[in-house]
């Protein structure tokens, strides 16, 4: 069952201690729309709708990815789409929205997810993969 937007936006802005709904806000929506040109098939589908419909719909209208970026280079593109931040305040922008994701998916779908992603990004989940 996807999460009401009230309870994905409180997590999310919990997580990345955001003084307003509004920061969590364009943080959830940045970090979804890039998600969104990494993952295909069925895993884009099954997790869009375990998200609220308004971030639903940025995943699976996604901004275009020429090739899927490493998790540096995706943290970077982050930085870019979000007015005033900087690497460190994009990464942790990625882990307030990704590791939210992640619970609303579950741990099979993460997995799942995580298989179509470059080598890393379960770092940016919050689940470190055992080498």
């Known amino acids: 069952m996807a999460l009401r937007w009230e309870a994905f936006l409180d997590q999310v802005q919990e997580r990345g201690e955001y003084d307003?709904?509004?920061e969590a806000d364009r943080a959830a929506r940045v970090v979804l729309a890039l998600?969104?040109?990494h993952i295909v098939g069925t895993e884009r589908a099954?997790?869009?709708?375990?998200?609220?419909?308004t971030y639903a719909l940025i995943l699976l209208n996604p901004l275009q990815?020429?090739?899927?970026?490493a998790p540096e280079r995706f943290v970077r593109a982050t930085a870019a789409w979000i007015e005033g931040?900087?690497?460190a305040t994009a990464a942790w922008d990625v882990g307030a929205v990704l590791?939210?994701?992640?619970?609303?998916a579950?741990?099979?779908?993460?997995?799942?997810?995580?298989?179509?992603l470059?080598?890393?990004?379960d770092l940016l989940f919050g689940r470190p993969q055992p080498v």
């Not at 099954?46 to 419909?53: C, I, M, Y």
């Not at 990815?65 to 970026?69: G, K, N, T, Y």
């Not at 470059?118 to 990004?121: A, I």
């Open 85 to 87: 931040a900087s690497q």
């Open 106 to 116: 579950g741990q099979d779908l993460t997995r799942r997810l995580l298989l179509q």
């Open 118 to 121: 470059p080598p890393g990004y």
């Open 46 to 53: 099954e997790l869009a709708a375990r998200l609220p419909e």
């Open 20 to 22: 307003t709904p509004e």
């Open 99 to 104: 590791s939210v994701a992640a619970d609303a």
């Open 65 to 69: 990815a020429v090739e899927p970026l």
């Open 35 to 37: 998600l969104g040109a």
